[in-house]
């Protein structure tokens, strides 16, 4: 899976092309720039052991999570278990959020996100914070 180049040069720089997939709950993959990704691990591992839902969510994250590195032209090798789990064919977006990528086949993409914009226009209630932001 090649990065789009508006990423690459950044990537270098914040984490020498270092990167973890690891899997999400929404069956896409979740892409992060090794430092960010520590920082999540640490996190998880501090969740409380007796916390099922927590133990759940060690083992999927970190259970799936595997390191990768950017080659020379902006690609990552995608392994087969994690292709397979979000159903990564030919066709995949990249979704940047921020501190981290999603990584989706296109089509579940494309599902998704018409289905979420319909629920958002049905949806009156904001939380408040989001109320309170202008976008």
Same mark, same amino acid.
């Given at each position: 899976?090649?990065?789009?180049?508006?990423?690459?040069?950044?990537?270098?720089?914040?984490?020498?092309?270092?990167?973890?997939?690891?899997? $999400?709950?929404?069956?896409?993959? /979740? =892409?992060? +720039?090794?430092?960010?990704?520590?920082?999540?691990?640490? #996190?998880?591992?501090? %969740?409380?052991?007796?916390?099922?839902?927590?133990?759940?969510?060690?083992?999927?994250?970190?259970?799936?999570?595997?390191?990768?590195?950017? $080659?020379?032209?902006?690609?990552? /090798? =995608?392994? +087969?278990?994690?292709?397979?789990?979000?159903?990564?064919? #030919?066709?995949?977006? %990249?979704?940047?959020?921020?501190?981290?990528?999603?990584?989706?086949?296109?089509?579940?993409?494309?599902?998704?996100?018409?289905?979420?914009?319909?629920?958002?226009?049905?949806?009156?209630?904001? +939380?408040?914070?989001?109320?309170?932001?202008?976008?």
């Amino acid at each position: 899976m090649a990065f789009p180049s508006r990423y690459r040069e950044r990537l270098q720089s914040l984490c020498d092309g270092e990167l973890v997939l690891t899997v $999400d709950r929404d069956h896409c993959l /979740l =892409v992060y +720039p090794m430092p960010e990704w520590e920082t999540i691990e640490r #996190k998880l591992v501090e %969740l409380p052991a007796l916390n099922r839902t927590a133990r759940r969510l060690q083992r999927l994250l970190i259970g799936h999570a595997t390191d990768c590195q950017l $080659d020379g032209n902006g690609r990552i /090798l =995608v392994p +087969p278990p994690l292709r397979e789990f979000a159903g990564l064919d #030919k066709r995949t977006v %990249l979704i940047g959020q921020g501190n981290k990528f999603e990584l989706w086949d296109e089509d579940e993409w494309l599902r998704r996100r018409d289905e979420w914009l319909a629920e958002a226009s049905e949806e009156e209630d904001l +939380p408040e914070e989001l109320e309170a932001l202008s976008l």
